[in-house]
C-alpha cells in the first residue's frame, strides 16, 4: 500500500505553501481554520440514518441510483470538491489504487459524488484513469439534504478566480455550493453503516479506514 492519505496532503500543502501568492494562502489556510473551528454539521448524516434516495448522472450523463449502487452489496461512497482540487485527486488516486481492487472481497461497490457537471466528471475520471462510477449531484442538492454542504465565504470564491478557477463555470447549475469532504458506507437497506465527514478540505479518509469498516458491514467476505 502507498503512503497514507494524511502524508501526501501535507507534501501538497507544503508544495501550495511555497508556490501561491501569500495573501491567496493565508485566504485558504485562515477559511480552512474557520471550518475546522465549526466542525461537523450538528444535521449531517449519522451511523444508522437511512440514507436518502438519489438519481445522479454519471460522467457519460446515464442515470445512476442508489439502489442500483446497493443491489449486490455496500456502496462506499464518497464525496468530492472537484477536479480542480488537489486534494480531492490525490484522495480519488489513492482509492483507485489501493482500495477498489479490495472492495470484491466485500461486494462492495466505489463512486464519487461532486457538484460538477457530467463533462467536468468525464475530465475528472480520465485524468485520474478512474475505474469506478463518477457521478453529478446538480447544486450540491444531495449533499445538501444529508448535511454535509456549505457555501465558501466572497473571499475564498475571488481567491480562486484568482487563480482562474470559477465555480460557476464547472459546477452544475452554476452553484458555488460545494460539499465537505465525506465517505460513507451504506448497506444494502440504504443504511448508513459508516460516516466520515472532513471540515478541513485537506483531509480525508484513509483507505485502512474504509476497509476496517467494511470488514464490520460484512465480516465473512466471500
Given at each position: 500500500?502507498?503512503?497514507?492519505?494524511?502524508?501526501?496532503?501535507?507534501?501538497?500543502?507544503?508544495?501550495?505553501?511555497?508556490?501561491?501568492?501569500?495573501?491567496?494562502?493565508?485566504?485558504?489556510?485562515?477559511?480552512?481554520?474557520?471550518?475546522?473551528?465549526?466542525?461537523?454539521?450538528?444535521?449531517?448524516?449519522?451511523?444508522?440514518?437511512?440514507?436518502?434516495?438519489?438519481?445522479?448522472?454519471?460522467?457519460?450523463?446515464?442515470?445512476?441510483?442508489?439502489?442500483?449502487?446497493?443491489?449486490?452489496?455496500?456502496?462506499?461512497?464518497?464525496?468530492?470538491?472537484?477536479?480542480?482540487?488537489?486534494?480531492?485527486?490525490?484522495?480519488?488516486?489513492?482509492?483507485?489504487?489501493?482500495?477498489?481492487?479490495?472492495?470484491?472481497?466485500?461486494?462492495?461497490?466505489?463512486?464519487?459524488?461532486?457538484?460538477?457537471?457530467?463533462?467536468?466528471?468525464?475530465?475528472?475520471?480520465?485524468?485520474?484513469a478512474l475505474q469506478f462510477e463518477?457521478?453529478?449531484?446538480?447544486?450540491?442538492?444531495?449533499?445538501?439534504?444529508?448535511?454535509?454542504?456549505?457555501?465558501?465565504?466572497?473571499?475564498v470564491l475571488a481567491a480562486q478566480?484568482?487563480?482562474?478557477?470559477?465555480?460557476?463555470?464547472?459546477?452544475?447549475?452554476?452553484?458555488?455550493?460545494?460539499?465537505?469532504?465525506?465517505?460513507?458506507?451504506?448497506?444494502?437497506?440504504?443504511?448508513?453503516?459508516?460516516?466520515?465527514?472532513?471540515?478541513?478540505?485537506?483531509?480525508?479518509?484513509?483507505?485502512?479506514?474504509?476497509?476496517?469498516?467494511?470488514?464490520?458491514?460484512?465480516?465473512?467476505?466471500?
Open positions: 500500500m502507498s503512503v497514507s492519505i494524511r502524508e501526501q496532503s501535507d507534501e501538497l500543502k507544503a508544495a501550495a505553501a511555497a508556490r501561491l501568492p501569500a495573501e491567496v494562502a493565508a485566504v485558504f489556510d485562515d477559511n480552512a481554520r474557520q471550518m475546522g473551528l465549526q466542525g461537523i454539521p450538528p444535521a449531517s448524516i449519522k451511523v444508522g440514518d437511512k440514507m436518502d434516495s438519489f438519481t445522479l448522472s454519471n460522467a457519460i450523463a446515464k442515470p445512476v441510483t442508489v439502489d442500483e449502487l446497493v443491489a449486490a452489496g455496500p456502496a462506499v461512497i464518497v464525496f468530492y470538491r472537484g477536479g480542480w482540487c488537489p486534494y480531492c485527486n490525490l484522495a480519488l488516486r489513492t482509492y483507485q489504487q489501493d482500495l477498489l481492487s479490495r472492495l470484491k472481497d466485500f461486494d462492495a461497490t466505489l463512486v464519487a459524488i461532486s457538484p460538477q457537471n457530467p463533462d467536468q466528471s468525464l475530465t475528472t475520471a480520465h485524468k485520474a463518477v457521478l453529478s449531484d446538480p447544486g450540491s442538492r444531495l449533499a445538501t439534504r444529508i448535511g454535509i454542504a456549505f457555501d465558501q465565504p466572497p473571499g478566480r484568482r487563480l482562474g478557477l470559477d465555480l460557476a463555470e464547472v459546477n452544475d447549475e452554476a452553484s458555488t455550493t460545494l460539499p465537505m469532504p465525506t465517505v460513507l458506507i451504506v448497506d444494502t437497506d440504504g443504511i448508513a453503516r459508516f460516516v466520515d465527514v472532513q471540515p478541513d478540505y485537506t483531509a480525508r479518509t484513509e483507505v485502512a479506514e474504509i476497509l476496517d469498516a467494511l470488514a464490520a458491514v460484512r465480516p465473512d467476505p466471500a
